[in-house]
């Protein structure tokens, strides 16, 4: 296996699928986020969002709470510290390969 | 221009139902007729003193104003379209008026990537130092507002255009042309340099009204208790 390859091995799958990476990006954007504005920002259906969402809280980088805005209740997201950390280990990592690999310039007709 | 980080979709999210321009708006809008209010009635009214009405207001606004939007967004915005933290409210530090001095100057402004805001100093405090520096000065006597909401109209545009809640140019024209307005009305010079400040509130409170309008029918109230549809 060359280095390169490895190093796309070593890419954190938790975070790599799409979805997942949609979510990481919007919470580490906006911070605190609730289940309905992640919904309507990703393109989401609820089962799909619950299911990325429970993945990225098991692996420890999302944390839920049931918290309450006046009477209404929300399900709100935020990422954790080691999420932030995985997170930013992804880009750098990922950003490196694109770098290296002469992708991150202007898009190719 | 489009919003993409999520970042400043955050921050341009809180804007989404119209409220802050309604809340800001109103808090000009009251306190500015009360120093109207005062011009009128006061035997000897001081040229600044009802500027005090409006710095209340103000006060009012910045100690309580982010109470009272969650408090009404909870009940608006959240069940409808989500929560997200609101902007942090950014004030014009010295990087910060560099990049001022880039909006003005026409050149694109660096890449906002987080979620703040400055409306409170580039829309409502724009309006309060404007009116009071042209009021303090009152150079124009019956011109005064002739020359003052243009300049006022094209400042906050300027300022605003590349924010995360930017003005229309057809809504800043329609403040611009309030000045030509009241000079056609013949309003007292005496009058004048409170009028700003009315017709800024009514103006803010206007677009923030059809913001709210606008939103409400495209997000009817949810079904559920979480705010989903099922």
């Not at chain 1, 420890?60 to 049931?66: A, D, N, Q, R, T």
């Not at chain 2, 989404?16 to 800001?24: M, N, T």
């Not at chain 2, 009116?131 to 005064?144: A, E, I, M, Q, T």
């Amino acid at each position: 296996m060359t280095p390169r390859m490895q190093q796309i091995s070593q890419l954190d799958r938790v975070i790599h699928e799409p979805a997942r990476l949609a979510i990481m990006l919007i919470l580490g954007g906006a911070g605190d986020a609730d289940f309905l504005y992640l919904q309507r920002e990703g393109g989401f259906t609820q089962g799909n969002l619950s299911g990325h969402l429970a993945k990225l809280e098991e692996a420890g980088y999302v944390e839920i709470e049931k918290k309450f805005k006046g009477k209404v209740p929300l399900t709100v997201c935020s990422l954790t510290g080691k999420g932030r950390t995985a997170f930013a280990e992804y880009s750098n990592r990922m950003l490196g390969l694109l770098q290296s690999n002469g992708a991150c310039g202007s898009p190719r007709p | 221009m489009p919003i993409a980080s999520p970042g400043r979709r955050a921050a341009s999210y809180w804007f989404v139902d119209g409220l802050p321009d309604i809340l800001a708006g109103m808090t000009l809008l009251i306190f500015g007729a009360l120093g109207l209010w005062w011009r009128i009635h006061a035997r000897r009214p001081s040229s600044q003193f009802d500027f005090f009405f409006l710095a209340a207001g103000l006060l009012l606004l910045f100690w309580k104003g982010r109470a009272i939007l969650d408090f009404l967004k909870a009940r608006v915005t959240y069940p409808r379209t989500g929560y997200v933290q609101p902007p942090e409210e950014l004030s014009e530090t010295p990087a910060g008026r560099s990049d001022t001095l880039i909006t003005l100057s026409l050149r694109p402004a660096p890449p906002p990537d987080e979620n703040v805001t400055r409306f409170q100093s580039r829309t409502v405090m724009v309006i309060l130092w404007w009116c009071f520096l042209l009021s303090g000065l009152n150079p124009w006597k019956r011109w005064y507002a002739l020359l003052a909401m243009p300049a006022l109209a094209v400042t906050l545009y300027a300022l605003n255009r590349r924010s995360e809640r930017p003005f229309r140019w057809w809504s800043a024209l329609i403040l611009a042309l309030t000045g030509p307005a009241l000079l056609w009305l013949d309003v007292a010079p005496r009058l004048q340099p409170t009028l700003p400040l009315l017709l800024a509130g009514v103006w803010l409170v206007a677009q923030g009204a059809c913001t709210l309008v606008g939103y409400l029918r495209a997000n009817p109230y949810p079904r559920t208790q979480e705010g989903v549809s099922a």
